[in-house]
């Protein structure tokens, strides 16, 4: 088995990015269930830290963040393309808009709102995780984080307002993805949702059309027979370490890789590729065997090992 292999879980809105990317590219895949809060020993043997949702797996090569999901998908299954009209650099940046502006509001209105009904391991989990949220003023907040989503969604609802059929045009992509996955998660999560999002006539429609990307064909994978294909296959060659990369570090220097927003968990290994998109670390894990661990420049803090 070579394919990709997709470690997540179903409720999870960045997972719902990455599972539309493979829908919009038709592939098959292998889908492991992680559990929604931590521990994730099974994750983790295969990442070495890193505990956020969505992980792509291909062999021994592990691939964290949707913004790196999405170009190594491409890379590897180039069509359909992920980045219509030439706009791989506008549909990229618009990860900052969605992750952070678009979803956050979302993601608090939908803690607000469900508090009282989740599980309190649930809530102490992403009380720990999530940094950018007040969670003893969410309540509190609910009209005011309405608002802000609600303004997001207007430009998401402006941009399809000359009656295109998709975000930038005529063809679908990742731009669309990342102005629908705040929708997908509002509508599933927020009571309100339809209420305030009811005002926007174009939306409907059109993340009918996302929804029809579908998710491509979806195989289950035990997470004890994903780790043993890891530890069986070799990790794709290294790309090479840039000699002129800002921070100066030689290959197979003891690194550590650290996002920089929420869920900071290190992950430690042996600097096996940079460039100016990527950082990727080779690291052994008894159960994992030797994989490489890849992720986003931007986004990542590499700092040598203390
Ligand atoms: N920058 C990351 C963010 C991923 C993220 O925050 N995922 C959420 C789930 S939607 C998460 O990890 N929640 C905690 C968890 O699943 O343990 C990406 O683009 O993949």
Known sequence: MTGPILHHFDLSPFAEKARLMLGLKALSWHSVEIPIVMPKPDLV???????????????ADVYCDTRLLALELERRFPAPTLF????????LALAAWSDRSFFDPGAGL?????????PKVVIDDRKAF??????????????????????????????????????????????????????????ANIP?????????????????????FGHGERHALGAD?????ASRSRPEPSTGVDARDPLG?????????????????????????????EVAVRRTDPRAGTVVVHFPRAGYRVDPRA
């Open 249 to 277: 570090l030689a290959a197979g220097a003891a690194v550590v890789v650290t996002p920089d927003d929420y869920g900071r968990v290190p992950v430690e290994g042996e600097l096996y590729a940079l460039n100016r998109h």
């Open 225 to 229: 027979e994903a780790l043993s294909l």
């Open 110 to 118: 939908s803690m607000g709102l469900n508090k009282a009904g989740l």
């Open 192 to 212: 309100t949702a339809d209420e305030l999002l009811g005002v926007y006539e174009h939306l409907a429609p059109w993340e009918a059309r996302i929804r029809g």
């Open 84 to 91: 219509p009209g030439g706009n791989r650099g506008l549909s």
């Open 130 to 187: 999530f940094n950018f949220m007040d969670f003893d003023r969410l309540e509190s907040d609910v009209p005011h984080l309405g608002t802000q989503f609600r303004a997001h969604a207007e430009l998401v609802n402006d941009q399809l307002s000359d009656g295109r059929p998709y975000f930038l045009g005529a063809e679908p992509g990742l731009a669309d993805i990342h102005a629908y996955f705040p929708l997908w998660m509002a509508r």
């Open 45 to 59: 043997a295969l990442t070495g830290g890193y505990r956020k949702t969505p992980v792509l797996q291909v062999g």
